[in-house]
């Protein structure tokens, strides 16, 4: 696999861990504001309450995304160990900046200081370039 495909990837994996965060902090959310409506009429006797209801269901929503978050998270987490490995910081930087935090080139050029777009575009290159001698 190419160096930037790989890195594509770990973007997507930032990408679907910020959603998955989003989605675990509304249904946490969720849990609460339904936990008011579970449950039968005033007065029923059943033998769950209206949050415990909420709360049971809030977790089993809650195990599925931790089990998606996993698996985006070693991808990152492996990423992360064989960007560490190169050696140029400002090649570590980029690949940082730009896949790791989604930010775009544009932004990272002021970051780094850089006196113009095209320069970031070739640091990143040249860092890609780093990257795939460590995959291959």
Not at 3 to 23: G, N, P, S, T
């Amino acid at each position: 696999m190419r160096a930037k495909e790989y890195m594509e990837q770990v973007r997507r994996a930032e990408e679907e861990l910020q959603l998955i965060a989003d989605q675990r902090q509304h249904y946490l959310w969720l849990g609460g504001a339904l936990g008011a409506n579970f449950g039968g009429m005033p007065g029923a006797h059943d033998n769950h309450s209206r949050v415990e209801v909420a709360a049971v269901g809030m977790a089993d929503l809650a195990a599925e995304l931790d089990k998606k978050a996993a698996a985006y998270a070693e991808t990152v987490k492996t990423a992360q160990a064989l960007v560490d490995q190169i050696q140029v910081p400002n090649f570590r930087k980029i690949l940082v900046y730009h896949y790791f935090l989604g930010k775009p080139m544009k932004e990272i050029t002021g970051i780094m200081g850089y006196k113009d777009e095209r320069s970031v575009y070739h640091v990143r290159s040249y860092a890609l370039q780093e990257l795939q001698k460590l995959l291959a």
